[in-house]
């Protein structure tokens, strides 16, 4: 009986050292399913961070696509201004030289009127218009 009785005494001792050793294991297991825990909680918030910055990407590409096309479309428009000035100024250039020219005409023509009535005035006064 003392035997049965050691035995029973040994396997108690057994039984206890596995409960420790379980009881030990339950709590290394619950320590590392609340360490996944958080860091799934920290991958699912680096994933929303992640999500945010490519919005924000985009939105910045999209922004830099649309300054782009303003800027070409100015640089457009300044170049179409730029030829209408350099036409402007050649029309204005053209002008110019025809006026000079229409005054040197007039000079001219005013010369000849005054020559010929140089020539006539004593015509007329004589009463020769047959001569005129």
């Known amino acids: 009986m003392e035997r049965f ?7 108690d001792r057994i039984i206890d050292a596995y409960k420790c050793d379980s009881k030990s294991l339950n709590e290394q297991l619950s320590k590392q399913t609340k ?6 909680k920290d991958l699912k918030s680096a994933s929303s961070d992640i ?3 490519q919005l924000t990407i985009q939105s910045l590409e999209n922004d830099r696509d649309y300054s782009k096309n303003e800027y070409n479309e100015l640089s457009r428009q300044f170049k179409n201004e730029s030829n209408l000035s350099i036409q402007s100024s050649t029309r204005i250039e053209r002008l110019e030289t025809a006026l000079e020219q229409m005054k040197d005409d007039y000079d001219v023509a005013q ?3 005054k020559s010929l009535l140089d020539e006539v005035r004593p015509l007329l006064l004589r009463g020769d218009f047959a001569a005129c």
């Open 5 to 11: 009785e050691s035995k029973i005494v040994e396997q």
């Open 35 to 40: 360490t996944h825990l958080e860091e799934i």
């Open 51 to 53: 999500e945010q910055l």
């Open 111 to 113: 010369r000849e009127r």
